[in-house]
């Protein structure tokens, strides 16, 4: 299982950035897809997540309204669109998937569980 993801880097405070994440190893097509992030000496939370037909979206309070998250599952793909950053969205990025159901998949609650997949992370750093 491979989750690789792109697109992170140094932008302005207000400025934009997509992160990429391109999955192999897992039938990505029934798989709920979620990005977190990391931020130095904190612990990881939840940005967003998407189900696997890519209807139903989820996103963390302090990101709503800014990011969004989207898949194409032709290319075994998942997106994380971000506009408006602030220096306080600047941490590591992790895409990740699960195998179960929306319903079951703690991605639908904003968590995850041993069973997460996880790609390698992505650094986006926001400069105020």
């Known amino acids: 299982v491979q989750l690789q993801a792109s697109g992170g880097g140094l932008v302005q405070a207000g400025g934009s950035l997509r992160l990429s994440c391109v999955v192999s190893?897992?039938?990505?097509?029934?798989?709920?897809m979620g990005w977190f992030r990391q931020a130095p000496g904190q612990e990881r939370e939840f940005v967003a997540a998407?189900?696997?037909?890519?209807?139903?979206?989820n996103h963390a309070d302090s990101v709503k309204g800014r990011f969004t998250i989207s898949r194409d599952n032709t290319k075994y793909t998942v997106y994380l669109q971000m506009t408006s950053l602030k220096s306080e969205d600047t941490a590591v990025y992790y895409c990740?998937?699960?195998?179960?159901?929306?319903?079951?998949?703690?991605?639908?609650?904003?968590?995850?569980?041993?069973?997460?997949?996880w790609g390698q992370g992505t650094q986006v750093t926001v400069s105020s």
């Open positions: 990740a998937a699960d195998s179960s159901s929306w319903a079951r998949s703690p991605f639908s609650r904003g968590s995850y569980n041993p069973r997460t997949h």
């Open positions: 190893g897992l039938t990505f097509r029934n798989c709920v």
């Open positions: 998407i189900s696997d037909s890519g209807h139903i979206r």
